[in-house]
């Protein structure tokens, strides 16, 4: 009974899994950075390709633009937060159902 419940879980915690992946591969990467450059604000979209930094020149952006990028950097450290959660929990379940662990 207590097995098939905790089988379940598991199924469900790897369905949510994929979601929250899925959501992050739809989130634009990077992070919008601000640079003052002679009395001028212009903006640029960092991110990491093949392990190195690469700053992407944006221009000038309006307040739309700019709580946009800053509104998918809340949601992609969110979904990443959630993603390491339920691993740890996924982790725990096979654990369980292989027997190692008391329930």
């Known amino acids: 009974m207590i097995k098939?419940?905790?089988?379940e879980e598991l199924a469900n915690s790897l369905a949510m899994k994929r979601?929250?992946?899925r959501e992050l591969s739809r989130i634009p990467k990077g992070s919008l950075i601000k640079k003052k450059i002679k009395g001028n604000v212009y903006y640029y979209l960092v991110l990491?390709?093949?392990g190195r930094v690469k700053f992407i020149?944006?221009?000038k952006l309006n307040d739309d633009e700019i709580k946009k990028y800053n509104q998918?950097?809340?949601y992609r450290a969110k979904y990443r937060k959630s993603v390491s959660e339920l691993n740890k929990q996924i982790k725990f379940l096979k654990g369980?159902?292989?027997g190692k662990k008391s329930v």
């Open 48 to 50: 990491r390709e093949k």
């Open 96 to 98: 369980t159902l292989r």
């Open 4 to 7: 098939n419940v905790l089988k």
């Open 57 to 59: 020149y944006k221009g």
């Open 72 to 74: 998918a950097k809340e």
């Open 19 to 21: 979601n929250f992946q």
